[in-house]
Structures are given as structure tokens and as C-alpha cells.
């Protein structure tokens, strides 16, 4: 899932460097000394077809994993049943109590002056309906200045539909997430949202929505850009157009759940951990096959090939399923609150949430989810400001990427992350979040159309592979990456 976060200071550990085989930091090349490692682990990343099958077992034969649902604890025993098959130790289900949200029947029409039905799909969070739904006159707004222009006479008891032009995820996911809670203010009943994405396919998009707790709490739901521009070119006829909206969404008590980890034990410092993964859960609708079965079963792909080829690190790698992440953050935050005074073991934190198409490098070190560069999407420019030590951290990243050519995820930059290792990164860890291109990665996330046919077999080898290489690098290498925790 990629949501609209904060944007933080720079997040990173103190550096502390140790000597490797008597040789003086100085005189130690990254690029020298594991390039035939990574050669290695490149080679057998793309030539191996495990971590596709397991994609294809969870997403064919589990689905789709909302948090709360039978299936995604179905998901999380087989995951660690998984781990324990690959040659991880401390396999482990860190209990966490998750939200559950229910969608249950849901529908949306067109009634007047023409009769259509909607595409549409209830966010994530929404209250419903009254059992017999709500018929409302709609106003369509681009922007939440055009909303406040209407002012409360002109949305007092009505369907506030934000018909944003598509400008990247991060600058537009905001109609979304904040937009039901600021028409509430003006007295909306009900709120669409054109959905967040690039591809007008009839194919609307879900996703989280996050209420204010001072404004009621109405309805809202997703709808396909068509149906956007449609209810927009209606209203501008200058007639009443009526909208028939029905949800059954509602919330239940919280459920047990929980976040999958194993460990592939270090040699030297088998107390340090640099942590890779992504989010178990998904929503409901597709099979999560990108968002993010991808990410993390190709996490585990590539900690299974270092193990495969008897590659030992220094430190201990952690591959963690974080639970919960699409609708509350839930695992994430388990897991910082599991480490407690042992957060300096934490050495770095790796996540890759953004599908599994093209990788082309990463970004370091921003806390928080990563928004302000999306994980999964282009190299979005940031210029955070960096202390010496943070820099000399990013040059050695660089050199990293150096080994990671032959797979094109060379690009290292400064500022990136995720949802699931925000709350490390707040505290102080380091964070990468792995980019892609994301060339259709935002045509899909979210949708009926998340399925396993739109992850190639090629490209998620080539994430597994770039993940070895981070991964096993970071684990081994003489220093750490250097930083400070977040003062926000």
C-alpha cells in the first residue's frame, strides 16, 4: 500500500565501525571486496523459480488478505510453516491485535437526470449506510478550495464527489484520505472519490481513509475515473443530478493477528540485525499479488539464496511479514514496541512495497512511510539535508548500488522508506525502501485487477536479486550507517 505521510527528519544510527580481517577502514572497497558475492547472487536470483511459486501459492490459493479475515491467518501459518522450510531459525508470530473492518454489500447509481449504475468500492474505514442507503443531490469539486468556495450552503445534505485530476499518488491520495472528514465539516451525507490512478479502466480503487474524530463520520467511496467525469459533465448541464449510495461497511472488535519473522543467524555479530520485508495483509479485493505478496515473498527469496549458496553473514538478516499495514499500521508499530531498549540491535531496515516490476534502486534513510517518495515509484527528486556522517553513509550505499548494475537498481538517493519500518526509522533505524519504475504499478494497487498475472515471473527475480545484494552487503560489511532519531 503506498498512504500520504509526514514528511520527517532524516532518521539514522550513530555510525560504529569495525575492522574486517585487520584491514583499516580506509583501505576497505566495498565494490572490491563483494563483487564476486554479488555476481553470485545475482546470478542465482534470476535463475531461480521458488520465490515465484510461492507468490503464486498465495495468491492463488489464499487470495486476498484484509486485516481481520480467516484468510490472512491462514496466510500468516503458512508463511511461517514457509520460513521454517527455507532454513530460517526463530521463526516466530509476534501476536498483534489488528482493526477489522467489514465491507459487506455496497452499491452506487446514478438516478437522476439519467439512470447508470456506478463502479465503485467503499473505502477502507467507511462507516456505511442506513440499511436502505442515502439519495442525495451530488457536487462535483477538484480541490479542496473549490469544496470551501461551496461552503456549507452549497453542501449542506449533499454527495461531495472530488473529481481530482490524477497528478502522482502522493500529491492526490489526500482527496482520499482527508476528503470525507473536510466535506463532513460543510455537512456532506456522503462522499466519491475519483480513484487514485492514472488508468481510466472502469476499475475503481480502494484504500484507507482516515476521519477526523472532530467531524461526523459519512459514508465514502471510490469510483472509476469515468464515472467521475461522467457526474462532473451532468452537474455542468446545470440540472440536479441524484445519486443512490448503499454500504453495509461497519466495523467489528479488534482481531488477534500477527507479524511473521525468521532469522538467518550472523557469524560475528549474530546480535545485530539489518531487517528486510513487507506487509502480509492486503486488501480485499484482488489476491495482493503486488501490493505486496511481491514483496514479501521476494524478501524471502532473496535471504533463502544467500542461505542456498552457504553465504554466512556477519550480523543476523530478519525477514519480517509486518501485519496490518493497508489500514492501521498495526505491525509496524508491534514490532518497534517488541524491541523495546534493544533498538540499537537494529542495524538497518529494508522494505519493498511498492510492487515488483523494473527495481531501480533504492532511497535512504527519510522517516516515516516513505510518501514524499513513493516507495515502490519513480525516483522522485528529495533533497534532505544530511549531517557528514549521514553522506559518508550514502556513499557507501552508492558504492552498493555500484554492484547492483547488472540488474539496473543501481540509483541509491537520499529519502525514502515505508509504512512498516516508520516506526523504527522514527526511533532512529535506518530505512531503504526498494523503487521500481512503477510503470503500472498504480493501474492495479488497490483493485479487483491485483493478481498474480500482473507480477512477471523476470522482473520479480530481478527484485529478489537486488535484495540479496542490499541485504547481504548491509549484513556484512565492516560499518553501519550513520544517523540520529527523528525530533519529531
Not at 447508470?116 to 457536487?139: D, F, N, Q, R, Y
Not at 449533499?158 to 470525507?180: C, L
Not at 469515468?226 to 446545470?238: I, K, S
Request: charged share 20%.
Amino acid at each position: 500500500m503506498i498512504r500520504l505521510a509526514r514528511l520527517l527528519p532524516i532518521v539514522f544510527l550513530s555510525a560504529v565501525p569495525f575492522c574486517l580481517q585487520g584491514r583499516a577502514q580506509s583501505d576497505f572497497s566495498i565494490v572490491e571486496h563483494y563483487k564476486p558475492a554479488a555476481d553470485k547472487l545475482i546470478e542465482a536470483s534470476l535463475a531461480d523459480g521458488e520465490g515465484y511459486a510461492n507468490l503464486a501459492y498465495l495468491c492463488d490459493h489464499i487470495g486476498k488478505r484484509i486485516s481481520g479475515s480467516e484468510s490472512l491467518e491462514r496466510a500468516i501459518a503458512w508463511s511461517a510453516e514457509l520460513m521454517k522450510r527455507e532454513g530460517l531459525t526463530n521463526v516466530t508470530v509476534q501476536p498483534v491485535m489488528v482493526p477489522k473492518w467489514v465491507r459487506g454489500k455496497e452499491s452506487g447509481a446514478i438516478v437522476a437526470p439519467v439512470e447508470k449504475p456506478l463502479h465503485m468500492l467503499g473505502l477502507g474505514m467507511s462507516v456505511g449506510t442506513p440499511p436502505a442507503g442515502i439519495t442525495a443531490e451530488v457536487v462535483v469539486v477538484s480541490t479542496f478550495d473549490d469544496l470551501k468556495k461551496l461552503g456549507k450552503k452549497g453542501v449542506k445534505g449533499k454527495i461531495v464527489v472530488f473529481n481530482a485530476p490524477y497528478e502522482g499518488y502522493g500529491q492526490t491520495v489526500m482527496y482520499r484520505t482527508a476528503g470525507p472528514s473536510e466535506a463532513a465539516a460543510l455537512g456532506a451525507v456522503g462522499v466519491l472519490v475519483r480513484s487514485i490512478t492514472p488508468l481510466a479502466m472502469q476499475t475503481p480503487h480502494t484504500g484507507t481513509l482516515v476521519y477526523d474524530e472532530k467531524q461526523p463520520k459519512i459514508p465514502a467511496a471510490a469510483v472509476s475515473i469515468e464515472d467521475a467525469l461522467m457526474l462532473e459533465r451532468l452537474c455542468a448541464e446545470g440540472k440536479p443530478v441524484k445519486v443512490h449510495l448503499a454500504m453495509e461497511a461497519h466495523m467489528e472488535a479488534e482481531a488477534k493477528s500477527g507479524n511473521v519473522m525468521g532469522d538467518l543467524a550472523g557469524s560475528e555479530h549474530p546480535e545485530e540485525m539489518v531487517v528486510v520485508g513487507g506487509h502480509i495483509d492486503s486488501w480485499d479485493v484482488g489476491q495482493g499479488a503486488q501490493d505486496d505478496g511481491s514483496g514479501i515473498m521476494a524478501s524471502l527469496a532473496a535471504v533463502a539464496e544467500i542461505k542456498k549458496l552457504g553465504m554466512v553473514p556477519k550480523r543476523t538478516i530478519r525477514v519480517v511479514f509486518w501485519v496490518n499495514e493497508e489500514n492501521g499500521d498495526a505491525g509496524g508499530r508491534a514490532y518497534r514496541a517488541m524491541m523495546g531498549d534493544k533498538l540499537s540491535t537494529q542495524v538497518a531496515a529494508i522494505e519493498m512495497d511498492g510492487g515488483a516490476e523494473q527495481p531501480v534502486g533504492y532511497g535512504y534513510g527519510s522517516a516515516g512511510g516513505g510518501r514524499r517518495a513513493i516507495p515502490g515509484g519513480p525516483m522522485t527528486p528529495i533533497s534532505p539535508t544530511l549531517a557528514p556522517a549521514e553522506q559518508h553513509s550514502l556513499e557507501l550505499l552508492q558504492q552498493i548500488g555500484t554492484l547492483l548494475k547488472p540488474v539496473g537498481a543501481e540509483t541509491i538517493t537520499a529519502g525514502g522508506g515505508g509504512s512498516d519500518i516508520e516506526p523504527l526509522m522514527q526511533a532512529g533505524v535506518p530505512g531503504l525502501g526498494e523503487r521500481t519504475t512503477a510503470a503500472h504499478y498504480f493501474d492495479w494497487h488497490h483493485t479487483e485487477a491485483d493478481t498474480l498475472d500482473k507480477v512477471n515471473p523476470e522482473e520479480f527475480r530481478t527484485n529478489v536479486a537486488s535484495l540479496a545484494v542490499m541485504t547481504w552487503v548491509l549484513a556484512d560489511m565492516p560499518e553501519k550507517l550513520a544517523g540520529h532519531p527523528s525530533t519529531e
